[in-house]
């Protein structure tokens, strides 16, 4: 069993900023693409940011221009910079990590609350 660690949720105003961390567990796999999905109350979970491991990245629509999402190789550990925080972003964010042999493992997630 292999699985990412999150770290870094809290709670932040609206406007502020958080770093989130995934650190992707043995650094004797080898990992593919990585992302961050967030799910909240009532919702649907949705796939906030991707990036491969060309560092190729992807967003969605909906935090655009706020996220920034990289990656580590050396150390299989990927970041979601979270700037401009709404309240709509309260939601738990989810890592995943696609390895190549394991395939796909998520993390048990950490708490973001953005107040208003």
């Known amino acids: 069993q292999v699985q990412p660690v999150e770290s870094g949720g809290g709670l932040v105003q609206a406007g502020g900023s958080l770093r989130l961390s995934c650190a992707a567990t043995?650094?004797?796999?080898?990992?593919?693409?990585m992302g961050w999905s967030r799910q909240a109350p009532g919702k649907q979970r949705e796939l906030v940011a991707s990036?491969?491991?060309?560092?190729?990245?992807n967003y969605a629509n909906s935090v655009k221009g706020r996220f920034a999402i990289s990656r580590d190789n050396a150390k299989n550990t990927v970041y979601l910079q979270m700037n401009s925080l709404k309240p709509d972003d309260t939601a738990v964010y989810y890592c995943?990590?696609?390895?190549?042999?394991?395939?796909?493992?998520w993390g048990q997630g950490t708490q973001v609350t953005v107040s208003s």
């Open positions: 990036i491969t491991s060309d560092g190729i990245a």
């Open positions: 995943n990590a696609q390895y190549k042999f394991l395939g796909d493992r």
């Open positions: 043995g650094s004797f796999f080898t990992i593919n693409a």
